[in-house]
């Protein structure tokens, strides 16, 4: 019999922990690391936590157990995404409760607002560190979010005087002149989104009286143009759907004493030609001292596992449209290398014979 066979038991006695903390209402959390180790079977009594299976999976189990009570003791609030992070870290080598217990960003109607994945906190700190960031990273990943409770933060603190929401309309051209009512009526569906993210980290109250007196505004990137924006926390959302003349308007509208954040996601463009001022200005500002470029990935996917699965699939997908293309691409080329060949070589022998 494998040592990985050998059935053993193991105890963790939780101290100082809320055992519904760590085990969820009506232990959520603890069916979804039951998930996650499957071969161990694991029953609670008061708080202690019985491990029982095959010897590897307890060992990764106990592993997991201990970084989660690690973790709640660190302030954390678990939950369902929480679990799954840590367990894949733990996978790959990382200690989660060393990675995620970060700092709080913002604590907002009971709610504790914190990087979630190792990606997310790395995105954090960069946005400390630097005056200009591009978050990176597909559908999911919290890019638009923690640079929304950094901007709340900074105001809350002082740091600025005023946060800038902005969005592209991409379709301003195309069919807002036919929908009903004022410009503002015909551009809000775009911004919405912004708001929603405010709403959730700030009073409801108090979020309609900042946007009166401009201390927040949110505005379509057209607005940018010819401004200075000094002393202020401005976020750029949906930049993959920038054009190159846009992203370097936006980019050129910083002044003193602010900060900017520009996010988006580059493989979903809706811009008609194609042409992405986020794709290009990676090429055009990387390694400029104080800009920085923070990319997530499906792993820091915070919504429904599925939307990890979803990223991945399309990820795999396109890299096999690709390679097609690639492959369809080569016999033409190769033709046409061989037709200029032999051309050349009907015209050295004419050469030879005259």
Request: glycine share 8%; charged share 25%; net charge neutral.
């Amino acid at each position: 019999m494998a040592d990985s066979d050998v059935v053993i038991s193991s105890e963790i006695e939780v101290d100082g922990v809320a055992m519904v903390r760590l085990l969820g209402p009506q232990d959520r959390l603890l069916r979804t690391i039951e998930r996650h180790v499957p071969d161990v079977r694991i029953a609670v009594r008061g708080n202690v936590v019985k491990l029982e299976g095959p010897e590897r999976a307890v060992v990764a189990a106990k592993e997991l157990v201990e970084e989660l009570v690690a973790m709640v003791r660190n302030g954390v609030e678990l939950d369902e995404i929480g679990v799954a992070t840590s367990s894949r870290m733990l996978k790959s080598g990382e200690a989660p409760s060393q990675a995620l217990a970060g700092e709080a960003i913002l604590t907002s109607r009971g709610r504790t607002i914190r990087a979630k994945t190792a990606g997310q906190r790395r995105y954090v700190e960069e946005i400390d560190k630097n005056t200009v960031v591009f978050g990176i990273g597909p559908a999911g990943t919290g890019k638009t979010y923690l640079a929304m409770a950094k901007a709340v933060q900074a105001l809350q603190r002082r740091e600025v005087d005023r946060i800038i929401l902005s969005r592209p309309a991409i379709e301003a051209g195309e069919r807002l002149g036919f929908l009903p009512g004022t410009l503002t009526d015909k551009i809000d569906p775009y911004l919405r989104p912004l708001y929603d993210a405010l709403n959730e980290m700030m009073d409801p109250e108090v979020v309609p009286k900042l946007l009166a007196t401009g201390v927040v505004e949110v505005a379509p990137l057209a607005y940018m143009r010819g401004r200075t924006l000094n002393n202020s926390f401005v976020i750029l959302d949906e930049a993959q759907n920038t054009s190159p003349e846009q992203m370097k308007m936006f980019l050129t509208r910083l002044g003193f004493g602010s900060k900017m954040v520009i996010t988006g996601d580059i493989t979903q463009v809706d811009l008609p030609a194609g042409a992405s001022g986020l794709k290009l200005v990676t090429q055009i500002l990387e390694g400029i001292d104080d800009i920085a470029f923070a990319r997530l990935t499906s792993d820091d996917v915070v919504r429904h596992s599925l939307v990890g699965r979803i990223v991945d699939a399309y990820t795999a997908y396109d890299a096999r449209q690709q390679a097609k293309e690639f492959v369809a691409r080569a016999p033409r080329t190769a033709r046409a290398a061989t037709g200029k060949g032999a051309r050349r070589s009907l015209s050295d022998r004419r050469e030879t014979k005259g």
